[in-house]
């Protein structure tokens, strides 16, 4: 059993950053694959970013290449969202996830891959 807790979500203005943190229990966390996803008000979960067990392999959303960074710290059992650059568009509540699935892009962007799920957070950008 895995448990994640998101944090680091809140208010900002657009252009500004913000830092996702999600926690997660388990001795096996260094070998799962790693995950954040959003949904904004009346849309569908959307992939933003995923990382192998080894930090080597991310995958981001087009949408978020370039401004979004994922990374994990194995020791701290934690992994991170480090967001930039950010637009009203990027509103949403972010939800971290994990599967001991492989690091594949056959897995990686596909929500239904993950088999644990944390609360979420909100993320609001203000135009």
């Known amino acids: 059993q895995v448990q994640l807790v998101e944090s680091g979500g809140g208010l900002v203005q657009a252009g500004g950053s913000l830092r996702l943190s999600c926690a997660a229990s388990?001795?096996?966390?260094?070998?799962?694959?790693m995950g954040w996803f959003r949904q904004a008000p009346g849309k569908e979960r959307e992939f933003v970013a995923a990382i192998g067990w080894s930090g080597d392999n991310t995958y981001y959303a087009d949408s978020v290449k370039g401004r979004f960074t994922i990374s994990r710290d194995n020791a701290k059992n934690t992994v991170y969202l480090q967001m930039n650059t950010l637009k009203p568009e990027d509103t949403a509540v972010y939800y971290c996830a994990a599967t001991g699935l492989i690091s594949s892009a056959r897995y990686a962007y596909r929500a239904e891959s993950y088999r644990y799920w944390g609360q979420g957070t909100q993320v609001t950008v203000s135009s």
């Open positions: 388990g001795r096996t966390f260094s070998s799962y694959l």
